[in-house]
T-cell receptor, first 114, second 111 residues
Framework: EAGVVQSPRYKIIEKKQPVAFWCNPI?????LYWYLQNLGQGPELLIR????????DSQLPKDRFSAERLKGVDSTLKIQPAELGDSAVYLC????????????FGPGTRLTVL | RKEVEQDPGPFNVPEGATVAFNCTYS??????FFWYRQDCRKEPKLLMS???SGNEDGRFTAQLNRASQYISLLIRDSKLSDSATYLC????????????FGAGTRLFVKA
């Protein structure tokens, strides 16, 4: 069974440019998470989806970050415009439902903003 | 105060040693507890859940102390392959579901 797929794996952009990350969760998983992980820190939740509904986006910086999961399957996270401080690894995870114990993570997208 | 706190380490231990990590959490309403493992430049993966009665999986033992609000992970007979960062994870509530990761404890097992 395929795991969580993310692309691109690496992205280097200049500040003020837009960037988008894509995630395809494990088939049948209704819950999808986007996390941000800085070096030496644990993942921090940006947004959680239940199917196509964003049920927790309280930590998403909405002035520059946006996300969508239109058909309740794959999802896109966008940053516009990117800032130097956005350099981090962006992880996508999924689970069958939010109350399920285990979250399955994708390999992440490593973003460098110059 | 962070909601989930861990000693960042690193813990440097020889093969065969026993090593223990603690993690404290601040919210008494926390309901579920886990340890995840993250290898360098890889994604986190679930190592084990932590139950009130404690649980053991091979060389790994996890304990929960609700009164003192901490969980622990004990690794016996350390292997080189145990070298990784161990993330403590706490889940709050059911209706207001929220997962919080600690910053992780780095472990290096040397030959």
């Amino acid at each position: 069974e395929a795991g969580v797929v993310q692309s691109p794996r690496y992205k280097i952009i200049e500040k003020k440019q837009p960037v988008a990350f894509w995630c395809n969760p494990i088939s049948g998983h209704n819950t999808l998470y986007w996390y941000l992980q800085n070096l030496g820190q644990g993942p921090e939740l940006l947004i959680r989806y239940e199917n196509e509904e964003a049920v927790d986006d309280s930590q998403l910086p909405k002035d520059r970050f946006s996300a969508e999961r239109l058909k309740g399957v794959d999802s896109t996270l966008k940053i516009q415009p990117a800032e130097l401080g956005d350099s981090a690894v962006y992880l996508c995870a999924s689970s069958p439902q939010s109350s399920y114990n285990e979250q399955f993570f994708g390999p992440g997208t490593r973003l460098t903003v110059l | 105060r962070k909601e989930v706190e861990q000693d960042p380490g690193p813990f440097n231990v020889p093969e065969g040693a026993t090593v223990a990590f603690n993690c404290t959490y601040s919210n008494s309403a926390s309901q579920s507890f886990f340890w995840y493992r993250q290898d360098c430049r890889k994604e986190p993966k679930l190592l084990m859940s932590v139950y009130s009665s404690g649980n053991e999986d091979g060389r790994f033992t996890a304990q929960l102390n609700r009164a003192s609000q901490y969980i622990s992970l004990l690794i016996r007979d350390s292997k080189l392959s145990d070298s990784a960062t161990y993330l403590c994870v706490v889940t709050l509530g059911t209706g207001g579901f929220k997962t919080i990761f600690g910053a992780g404890t780095r472990l290096f097992v040397k030959a």
